[in-house]
Structures are given as C-alpha cells and as structure tokens.
C-alpha cells in the first residue's frame, strides 16, 4: 500500500475508533450514574437509589425513623446520612454511614445536631456540620467539623458555617455563613484546614446547600427557593431555575445538568426533576401525587470526578499511540 494510502486509513481508523470509544463510553457513564434520594413513599423518610434516568429505583434504609441528607462515597461503595435513629429525642440527629446495598449501618457521631454530610475526593474524610452533643464538648455549638470516614479524629474547621460542600480537587470547602446574626447566609469557601476563608456571593438571596461541579469550575446553591449557580471564583452569579420551591442542588456527573428536588412544580408533586445549566430546560426524573421524593445527590462510580475532557485526552493519547503501531 502507498505510503499516502496508508497514512489515509490509519487515519480514518483512528477517527473510526475514537468515535466508537466515545459512544461506548456514554453508554457506560449511562448505565453507570446513580442517584440516592429521600422518599417517604414506604411511609417515612428513607434513602434509595435510582439510576440516573429514574429507572430500576431500590431502597437503602430501613427504619421507622428519619434518614436523610445522604452523601454517596467517591467510590459508591458507601452511602454517609443523617437519622435520628436510636434517639429518645427525635430532634437530635447525627451521622450515620451504610453499604450502598444498605448493609452495616454505623453511627459515626454522637451530637446533639449533627448533619449535611460529605465525602473528601479521596473517600477518607468526612465533613459536616456539628453541634454541641453530650461526649464531644471539644467540639464548639456550632460548627463545620471533619472527621476521618470511620468516625475518629474530628476537628472543629470553622466555628460558624454550615452545609460543607468539598472540592472535586480536595483542596477546599464551600459552605455558607453570615457575618452577623441575622445576615443573609453567603457562599464562601476556604481550605480544608479551615484557613483562607473567602467570600464568594455579597447579596440579600439567602443561600443554602453549595453543591461543586464536578469539573471544580462551578457552585451551584439553593438561595431564595431556586438554584443558582456562580463560578468557583465568585464571578457570574446567574439564577437557573425560575419556579419557587426548588431546592437540594446536585450536579450531573459531566458538569451540565443539575438535579434537585422541588415542591409544587407540578401540582400535588414533590418530586425530583433536572435542569440544564446553560439553557435552563427542566425535566422531570421523579415523581408521584402520593409521597415525597427529595434530597438528590448524583453520583458516577468509577470517578468522572475530574472533568470529562481530560478523559477525551486520555483516549486520543492511546489513538494516536496505536495509530504510530499501524504505520
């Protein structure tokens, strides 16, 4: 074959490949991308899991009382919540982590409120909100707190602050506080050792639940009933969704879309829907007159944690290595 005619099909064929190892990989991040959400359609708040299109829908807990604000592991193994289970009074919560098949539940803390989990990069930390309980008085009344993933060795980041959110790249925390009492909460965030606290969002929207995308370039939040997004450096603020009571952000695994679960978007209907960042389309994922479907949070296991284009990298780096084996 001519050296033209050669360089000629060794090129299709790489594109050929390239293009059918980006479908198959869709496919896979497809069938792969879980979601667990709270519903009370078994007749109080449980967690379950659901693939990323609503289908093949399973529960995790099972318990007379309240689970929620689950956390996925980086890995998917391991599903970190909130319950207050085991407690004589229902308004103490603490952390409590189960298999992702809802074996060997654990109880991690024991604070008087103890809530808003989530998981380090590297799944061998913690973070949460903490106060004051009866055998942790180390720990302030309030708080943002870390913990290694079994329980041990926690330590107080911030004394206020709430609902920590960590860096896809491991290195900071979103979270949200006011400078005086009363203040609108604002999204700042700071390192995980707590220091080089900055402040990203100065308005009157009071902001709740910071959520990362998962290429580290965006903050999507609650503020006002509605989902916000603002970039990791506090530049373009822009509201996404329009309707109230929507809530509980959470991002897709490649960085475009958002989960979240609002109440009364659809009459009679707490459910779960999505929503498309750059042109503000929603669909909804989950829904049902008759229960509450809430607190979303995506998970892709395997870890599309880093942003997708550097997986494209990969895969044109292995082309072009088998492509200079076919010359």
């Not at 309707?243 to 960085?255: A, F, K, L, M």
């Not at 978007?265 to 779960?272: K, Q, Y």
């Amino acid at each position: 074959m001519p050296f033209k005619a050669r360089c000629t099909f060794v090129g299709t064929l790489v594109v050929a490949l390239f293009i059918l190892m980006q479908l198959a990989e869709n496919g896979y991040a497809s069938r792969r991308t879980k979601i667990a959400f709270v519903s009370t359609r078994d007749g109080n708040p449980e967690i379950y899991v659901m693939d990323g299109d609503g289908r093949n829908l399973r529960r995790v807990t099972v318990n007379p009382n309240v689970d929620r604000l689950q956390a996925w592991s980086p890995d998917g193994k391991k599903i970190a919540f909130v319950s207050n289970r085991n407690n004589a009074n229902k308004d103490h919560t603490q952390i409590w982590v189960i298999d992702a098949d809802g074996k060997n539940p654990i109880r991690l803390t024991n604070g008087l409120v103890d809530s808003y989990p989530d998981w380090s990069p590297d799944g061998t930390k913690i973070v949460y909100d903490a106060h004051l309980g009866p055998e942790e008085h180390n720990i302030a009344p309030a708080g943002i707190t870390v913990m290694d993933a079994d329980g041990n060795n926690k330590r107080l980041l911030t004394p206020e602050g709430a609902h920590p959110s960590w860096s896809p790249d491991g290195k900071r925390i979103a979270f949200i506080s006011g400078k005086n009492p009363g203040d609108s909460p604002q999204i700042y965030v700071m390192d995980v050792d707590g220091r080089n606290r900055t402040q990203l969002t100065d308005d009157f929207v009071r902001k709740r639940l910071p959520s990362w995308s998962h290429d580290g370039k965006r903050i999507a939040y609650e503020g006002n009933h509605v989902i916000w997004v603002v970039d990791s450096d506090g530049e373009n603020q822009r509201q996404i969704t329009k309707v109230n009571n929507d809530g509980h952000p959470t991002w897709s695994p490649d960085s475009q879309s958002i989960a979240f679960r609002s109440f009364g978007r659809d009459p009679g209907i707490d459910g779960i829907y999505t929503v498309d960042v750059t042109s503000g389309a929603v669909d909804a994922l989950l829904g049902d007159p008759d229960f509450i479907n809430s607190d979303p949070d995506w998970l892709y296991p395997g870890g599309l944690s880093v942003s997708p284009e550097g997986n494209r990298i990969t895969i044109w780096g292995r082309l072009k290595n088998l492509a200079s084996g076919l010359r």
